[in-house]
């Protein structure tokens, strides 16, 4: 099983900020990595597929960068909405698996 | 527009079973890989089970955690995916989400979630 280890667990950010989160993958899972923002009772939605790849509706501020075994989201600018937990998922290998998350909190 | 609607959720006694139901739209059904991925309460993300679409011959991937007692399947006519588990034990309390993935078969994430549905099993 491919374990993805997300660093760090809280990132306390202020507003306009930037903020880098980390996702490392225990072997290679080429470019088959997601990132997910999931906030408080709702379902997570997929920000970013194939590495860099925005989703539909997803703002520019959003990018992610790496291959292989390490990856980075960077929000460029932070605003009040991205205060919420990313998970990065690989579906390079099965089982699936995802990190445990970075909580992104207001500074 | 894109919606998964799960339904079928509730308190079950350890031992037995439930069938979770997923009603998609907005696209075609059958062009897609559909998948499980549950949340314990204040927990991360656990993916549960995968099935690619009959063009891909809708053969199907579980998590060691649920093999064996779940069972994913679709109904391509109707638009629903199912979730079969059984023998369910109070560490499957979780809630459920059902979600699309970008294409027939595997190598693509899980691009829609449903709002997902609650399974507490306890006696």
């Known amino acids: 099983e491919v374990v993805m280890t997300q660093s760090p667990a809280t990132l306390s950010v202020s507003p306009g900020e930037r903020a880098t989160l980390s996702c490392r993958a225990s072997?290679?899972?080429?470019?088959?990595l997601a990132w997910y923002q999931q906030k408080p009772g709702q379902a997570p939605r997929l920000l970013i597929y194939g590495e860099s790849t925005r989703a539909t509706g997803i703002p520019a501020r959003f990018s992610g960068s790496g291959s292989g075994t390490e990856f980075t989201l960077t929000i460029s600018s932070l605003q009040s909405e991205d205060f919420a937990v990313y998970y990065c998922?690989?579906?390079?290998?099965?089982?699936?698996?995802f990190g445990q998350g970075t909580k992104v909190e207001i500074k | 527009e894109v919606q998964l609607v799960e339904s079928g959720g509730g308190l079950v006694q350890p031992g037995r079973s439930l069938r979770l139901s997923c009603t998609a739209s907005g696209f075609t059904f059958g062009n897609y890989a559909m998948s499980w991925v549950r949340q314990a309460p204040g927990k991360g993300l656990e993916w549960v089970d995968f099935i690619r679409s009959t063009a891909y011959g809708g053969t199907t991937e579980y998590a060691a955690s649920v093999k064996g007692r779940f069972t994913i399947s679709r109904d391509d006519s109707k638009s629903i995916a199912y979730l079969q588990m059984n023998s369910l034990k109070t560490e499957d309390t979780a809630v459920y989400y059902c979600t699309r993935v970008g294409g027939g078969g595997s190598g693509w994430p899980d691009d829609y979630w449903g709002q997902g549905t609650l399974v507490t099993v306890s006696s």
């Open positions: 072997q290679s899972v080429s470019s088959n």
């Open positions: 998922q690989q579906y390079s290998n099965w089982p699936r698996t």
